[in-house]
Every structure is written in structure tokens, then in C-alpha cells.
């Protein structure tokens, strides 16, 4: 069973995180133990505990006597960040082709998830979007049967979810185009298209990259 100050550092450093990912602590962001404490109704240890692990993650970068500050997303983090996306869905996708495609279940799946794309798109609902397009690309890794990528999918995710709600951000008009890549991916699943479906994904990609 967790300790009270094991729960306090839990619930500082998810609350913390979320906001670095969403944006709404943009990078350069200086962060004190004593403000969010205040904030979250907590003493300073448990603060300093999630201010640790975030920084072990390279969120933060710790300033003696001043804090933290949110680590911003550089250009060469975020072309490290897609190139390993891209590595991860592409071999994901090979393995779920060469297994025939989708399957029934699977293919509901994606169908529901684009549903619910179009309906965040309508309302220009960023967040809603940010998570059902990770859950997209999710479904895909899946379904290609290999845990290890999985695995590494996971990895990368909190990142993954940062460059996302960065680029969305950006312009309103990147929901559209997302989910168009997304409904055009989709059919390349469905249709057994490799070749355009691999052409799509570097694209996709091509967006974030261009954006940032």
C-alpha cells in the first residue's frame, strides 16, 4: 500500500506532466516547488520528488535556489522523437500486412476511432484529438502482434503527445489534415496498399517535422 507522501509525489508529478505535454506549461517555463505546492495543496517534498523524476525524463531542467524550468522541444529532439515513431509504425505496419491485413475486430476499431476523430474535429477540440489520434496509431502497433514494439510505442508516448498538442496548437487546420492522413491510412489498411500506406505514414510525419 502507498505511503500519503508516496501518493502526494504521484499526484504532483502527473499533474505536472500534463501540463507539459499539453502546453499549458510551454517550454521555458520557470516552475517553483513552493507555487506548485501551494497550488496542489502539498508539502515541498513530495513536489521535489516528481520535480526529480520529471527531470530523470528530461522535462525539467533543475536550477539550484530557482526551481525548475520546462525543458523546451528542440528541433533535433523532435526529429529524433518521429524518426523512431516512424520506425516503430512502419515495421508495425510491414508485420500487420504480411499477416494479411487487419481483421474484423481490428478494423471496427480503427473505424470507431476515426468516429470519434471527425466529432473533435468538428468542435475544434484539440484535446480530445490529441487522444484519439495517439490511440490511432496505437491501435496499428497493436495489431501487428509484436509486443516489442509495443513496448517502445510506450516509451516514446509522453513525447509523442507533446510534439502532437505543439503541432495542433499551431493552426486549427492540422486537425483536418490529420485526420485525413489518418482516414487515408486507414483505407490503405484495409485495401492492402503497402506501398501507399508507407509513402502516407512518411508524410504524416513530414507534417510534424515542417510544423516544428
Known amino acids: ?18 501540463g507539459i505535454i499539453s502546453g499549458a506549461l510551454p517550454g521555458g517555463s520557470l516552475l517553483s516547488e513552493v507555487a506548485v505546492s501551494a ?16 527531470a530523470a525524463e528530461q522535462l525539467l531542467d533543475l536550477q539550484p535556489r530557482r526551481g525548475a524550468v520546462v525543458r523546451p522541444v528542440t528541433p533535433s529532439e523532435a526529429a529524433d522523437v518521429l524518426a523512431m515513431r516512424h520506425a516503430i509504425e512502419a515495421a508495425s ?6 499477416k494479411g ?3 474484423d475486430a481490428v478494423r471496427a476499431e480503427i473505424d470507431e476511432n476515426l468516429a470519434r ?8 477540440d484539440v484535446d480530445g484529438f490529441v487522444d484519439v489520434d495517439d490511440e490511432f496509431h496505437l491501435l496499428v502497433v497493436r495489431a501487428s502482434g509484436n509486443p516489442i514494439a509495443e513496448h517502445f510505442y510506450e516509451q516514446l508516448r509522453a513525447r509523442q503527445q507533446r510534439l502532437r498538442n505543439l503541432l495542433l496548437r499551431i493552426d ?9 492522413d489518418h482516414e487515408e491510412l486507414a483505407a490503405c489498411l484495409r485495401d492492402g496498399d ?19
Open 1 to 18: 500500500m502507498e505511503s500519503k507522501t508516496e501518493v502526494a509525489a504521484e499526484r504532483a508529478y502527473v499533474t505536472t506532466k500534463n
Open 39 to 54: 497550488d496542489l495543496g502539498l508539502s515541498r517534498t513530495p513536489v521535489h520528488e516528481a520535480f526529480l523524476r520529471l
Open 93 to 98: 505496419a510491414a508485420q500487420l500486412f504480411g
Open 101 to 103: 491485413g487487419p481483421d
Open 117 to 124: 476523430q471527425r466529432d473533435f474535429v468538428a468542435v475544434e
Open 172 to 180: 486549427p487546420a492540422n486537425l483536418r489534415s490529420s485526420l485525413v
Open 194 to 212: 503497402t506501398d501507399r500506406y508507407s509513402a502516407l505514414l512518411q508524410a504524416h510525419f513530414d507534417l510534424y517535422q515542417g510544423a516544428l
